[in-house]
């Protein structure tokens, strides 16, 4: 038997898990979002960071990677061990065709494994859903976890979508956003407001006489 799992997040650079064979490519029919949230990692309970999901549009292209598990049940068993247990948000798996780079027609792989989340906030409470533009970077700006930071998770994402030479125009956008985001906090916090003292508070300051100054420095 053989494993095929596609990544389109965090998988995209950091696999984590022993595998075979590696390919670029695609799958048809989703686009991704950043619409779950992650609250052990990223982010806090109070303040859930936002990663990426798959969302259904027919004629989308949602580019990535597709890793290959080959040596028997045991090591299959492993990979797909620790995904469930680091992809713990997502709550569905389905089944989907791969494409590799060039040949749109006929899939490299059929039957990859992609984990995702039910678009739907009582079925799986990670699903934040879908928020205005400027709210999600500023989520995204803002969230850190034990892990790291939010922002770090989108711009190491921008980095390697650029690395596979499949750039998303969507996360490019929205990276952009985040550095604006930070920008303006940042020019915030250089603001400090010194208030002046009354006046009148340094008529109680009163000259010593010459004679009580020490001199023994």
Not at 71 to 97: F, P, Q, T
Not at 139 to 163: H, V, W
Not at 186 to 199: E, F, N, T, W
Request: aromatic letters at 12%.
């Amino acid at each position: 038997m053989v494993l095929w799992v596609f990544g389109y997040g965090s998988l995209v650079w950091n696999p984590g898990f022993e595998f075979d064979e590696k390919i670029i490519g695609f799958i048809k029919d989703y686009r991704r979002v950043f619409d779950l949230a992650c609250i052990d990692h990223r982010g806090t309970p109070e303040f859930p960071a936002r990663t990426c999901t798959l969302e259904p549009e027919k004629g989308a292209i949602c580019w990535g990677v597709a890793y290959c598990v080959r040596g028997g049940a045991e090591k299959e068993r492993a990979a797909v061990k620790y995904l469930e247990r680091r992809e713990c948000e997502y709550d569905k798996k389905i089944s989907v065709d791969f494409y590799r780079e060039g040949e749109t027609s006929d899939p490299a792989a059929t039957g990859v494994i992609v984990f995702i989340s039910t678009m739907d906030k009582e079925a799986n409470k990670y699903y934040l859903g879908p928020a205005p533009f400027d709210e999600i970077a500023r989520q995204i700006a803002t969230a850190s976890g034990p892990c790291g930071n939010n922002r770090e998770y989108l711009f190491l994402l921008e980095k390697a979508m650029s690395d596979i030479g499949h750039e998303d125009g969507f996360v490019i956008e929205l990276a952009n956003k985040v550095r604006k985001v930070l920008g303006g906090l940042k020019q915030k916090a250089s603001v400090v407001h010194i208030p002046l003292q009354p006046q009148a508070s340094f008529l109680h300051i009163k000259a010593l006489p010459e004679a009580s100054v020490g001199v023994d420095s």
